[in-house]
T-cell receptor, first 114, second 114 residues
Framework: DTEVTQTPKHLVMGMTNKKSLKCEQH?????MYWYKQKAKKPPELMFV???????INESVPSRFSPECPNSSLLNLHLHALQPEDSALYLC?????????????FGPGTRLLVL | AQSVTQPDIHITVSEGASLELRCNYS??????LFWYVQSPGQGLQLLLK??????LVQGIKGFEAEFKRSQSSFNLRKPSVHWSDAAEYFC????????????FGTGTQLKVEL
């Protein structure tokens, strides 16, 4: 099973709201990733978690706060977002956090910030 | 720094015709190369990847890609396109270092005419 699940599928939030995106994998993978994808653009890496610790933060604004409660779960907490943060948020996982490992992507959460 | 160029933003082919999607990369060492496909509103699915060894790589759904070091290319091919192949195709290069960072090309939108 190479499935990564993400909830919710769609999310609409106001600029003052707090919401969270959830990602789950049960493949025993030790690396998990958050990407942001704007329309008609490629995915852009936001965060990498290696063995449940944050290893890469691609200079993402603090209104995005990742969390890895355990090896299967990855959350992205959202607070005080801007309309330009509207995008498809993709989660991925890989067996190990080393170069060349295949990343398996979830279906994404489509976020609209009003 | 690694980078990927996909020169064709849009490609239209007739069903049953052959397909070649171009990808050029820039990386100082032997790269890890990937092709992903994304259907509208969906996550990314891995088609194939190259690490080393045989430069002709076979993937899922009848796709193949050839690594040409001298041309810094990793073009994706399919001998006979099906209507269900219509999607966005991303070429990506992975670094050898830790973190398993992927850099994606800008993507090629494939349209299939019946």
């Amino acid at each position: 099973d190479t499935e990564v699940t993400q909830t919710p599928k769609h999310l609409v939030m106001g600029m003052t709201n707090k919401k969270s995106l959830k990602c789950e994998q049960h493949m025993g993978h030790r690396a998990m990733y958050w990407y942001k994808q704007k329309a008609k653009k490629p995915p852009e890496l936001m965060f990498v978690y290696s063995y449940e610790k944050l290893s890469i933060n691609e200079s993402v604004p603090s209104r995005f706060s990742p969390e890895c409660p355990n090896s299967s779960l990855l959350n992205l907490h959202l607070h005080a977002l801007q309309p330009e943060d509207s995008a498809l948020y993709l989660c991925a996982s890989s067996q190990d956090p080393v170069g060349g490992e295949t990343q398996y992507f979830g279906p994404g959460t489509r976020l609209l910030v009003l | 720094a690694q980078s990927v160029t996909q020169p064709d933003i849009h490609i239209t082919v007739s069903e049953g015709a052959s397909l070649e999607l171009r990808c050029n990369y820039s990386y100082g060492a032997t790269p890890y190369l990937f092709w992903y496909v994304q259907s509208p509103g969906q996550g990314l699915q891995l088609l194939l990847k190259y690490f080393s060894g045989d430069t002709l790589v076979q993937g899922i759904k009848g796709f193949e890609a050839e690594f040409k070091r001298s041309q810094s290319s990793f073009n994706l091919r399919k001998p006979s396109v099906h209507w269900s192949d219509a999607a966005e195709y991303f070429c990506a290069v992975g670094a050898q270092g830790g973190g398993n960072k992927l850099t994606f090309g800008t993507g090629t939108q494939l349209k299939v005419e019946l």
